[in-house]
């Protein structure tokens, strides 16, 4: 009986390793940043979004200013995909942020083993304003 119990229990664990080596590579997904992701740093994400995120005409008129909160995926391809809200802040800003992260290009996928692998990322937008100037503008803001 002693040496059944052995045996079923080295069964267990041989399977249970073997399991673990099929797991395939390209479908892991790790928690990637925007500081090591993005080829230039935070710095160029800010830059980006800056030229590529348009106030919603809107918000500029319904006076609204928010943060949008996004996460994505970043493929081993260096594509970004399944940008979604986190936290939304409305009157069309959410959906002006998701449009130019979905847009965006060539980042650099987290690479483990040799092998590029999807990576989770965070951010937010903030939309600022000076509407005795009648100006808006848009900024990065850092997620950790």
């Known amino acids: 009986?002693?040496?059944?119990?052995?045996?079923?229990?080295l069964a267990c664990v041989s399977y249970q390793v073997s399991a673990q080596k099929s797991i395939n590579i390209a479908?892991?997904?790790?928690?990637g940043s925007?500081?090591?992701s993005c080829p230039g740093g935070f710095e160029a994400f800010k830059l980006y979004i800056k030229k590529n995120v348009r106030?919603?005409?809107?918000?500029f008129e319904n006076?609204?200013?928010?943060?949008?909160?996004?996460?994505?995926?970043?493929?081993?391809?260096?594509?970004?995909?399944?940008?979604?809200?986190?936290?939304?802040?409305g009157s069309g800003m959410d959906e002006e942020v998701v449009r130019a992260i979905s847009n965006s290009?060539?980042?650099s996928?987290?690479?483990?083993?040799?092998?590029?692998?999807?990576?989770?990322?965070?951010?937010?937008?903030?939309?600022?304003?000076?509407f005795n100037k009648n100006s808006m503008w848009v900024?990065?803001?850092?997620?950790d």
């Open 27 to 31: 479908d892991t997904i790790v928690a």
């Open 34 to 36: 925007i500081e090591k």
């Open 63 to 89: 006076h609204k200013v928010g943060t949008t909160y996004v996460s994505f995926i970043i493929e081993p391809d260096g594509s970004v995909s399944h940008v979604c809200t986190i936290f939304a802040a």
């Open 105 to 107: 290009k060539n980042w």
């Open 55 to 59: 106030v919603p005409a809107i918000a």
């Open 139 to 143: 900024d990065a803001k850092q997620i």
């Open 109 to 130: 996928p987290v690479v483990i083993d040799n092998n590029p692998v999807r990576s989770f990322c965070r951010a937010g937008v903030q939309f600022f304003a000076d």
């Open 1 to 9: 009986m002693k040496k059944t119990l052995i045996l079923l229990f």
